[in-house]
């Protein structure tokens, strides 16, 4: 889901729903969002669903150049990397994934009806499967597991925190986030719901078998004109090979199938 800079906070929602899910993390999560919310945020979880209910779409971070640029990177890197399955979390109105080649691809988001709209628009291509944010949700695996626009409009550090790991812990071979990794340069407009910081240095801490292999800095920084512009990047990370065969024979009722020869980067 690529939100407008404008929206409330959408994605937090979504960590907000899914930090439930996590054993004593849970209770002290939703307790952010309950102060959160006592600041003045309206509810984001009812606020994307009334938008989709009405036929409001993602954000324009879906459509347009930022979306075929970002279409374009994701296809080639599915087939340069022989990936055979996909878990996005936050799928949204599902403009971005129309655009996508991907051999299969689960679709995850808090708003039934998002979920809906996907399930009409794709209900002939059998390669896609959308589902209500849950616990069977949060349950599934890929080779690669996609975040996209949505750390930065992650507040609260402990949010920050659940929606990584769950990302993380949900691919069996590649993590790609695209998002901003620094705070926005001085005089740059942003959303009072967003904020901008280093999210990489969580993962060397605490996902040391996973490894940043590529950073690829978007065409279209904010100051460009002709469309949308974007401050966001995408980080590409890889699960160490060693991990990677551990991972494989421990699966049951993944997405992924059991692979026979060491993937190399």
Request: net charge positive; hydrophobic share 40%.
């Amino acid at each position: 889901m690529s939100p407008d800079l404008q929206e409330p906070l959408g994605p937090a929602r979504r960590l907000a729903r899914l930090a439930s899910r996590v054993p004593v993390v849970g209770p002290a999560l939703r307790s952010v969002w309950a102060r959160l919310s006592d600041l003045g945020f309206r509810d984001p979880s009812s606020y994307w669903e009334s938008r989709y209910a009405k036929g409001g779409t993602s954000g324009e971070g879906s459509y347009g150049r930022l979306a075929e640029w970002k279409a374009d990177f994701l296809n080639r890197f599915v087939v340069e990397r022989d990936v055979s399955s996909v878990v996005e979390f936050g799928c949204g109105d599902g403009a971005q994934v129309a655009l996508a080649t991907y051999p299969r691809y689960v679709g995850i988001d808090v708003a039934p009806s998002a979920i809906a709209r996907c399930v009409t628009r794709f209900r002939d291509d059998p390669s896609k499967r959308f589902v209500v944010l849950s616990d069977d949700a949060l349950r599934e695996r890929a080779d690669l597991a996609l975040s996209l626009d949505v750390l930065y409009h992650l507040t609260d550090e402990k949010v920050l925190a659940v929606h990584l790991g769950a990302l993380f812990d949900a691919a069996e071979r590649f993590v790609v986030i695209y998002s901003t990794d620094a705070p926005l340069p001085a005089g740059v407009r942003h959303g009072a719901h967003e904020r901008h910081r280093p999210f990489t240095p969580w993962v060397v801490a605490n996902r040391p078998q996973w490894r940043l292999v590529k950073r690829v800095a978007n065409p279209f920084p904010i100051g460009t004109p002709g469309g949308p512009t974007s401050a966001a990047d995408f980080f590409v990370f890889e699960r160490a090979a060693a991990d990677q065969a551990d991972r494989v024979s421990s699966t049951n009722g993944s997405l992924t199938e059991p692979r026979t020869k060491s993937d190399k980067t």
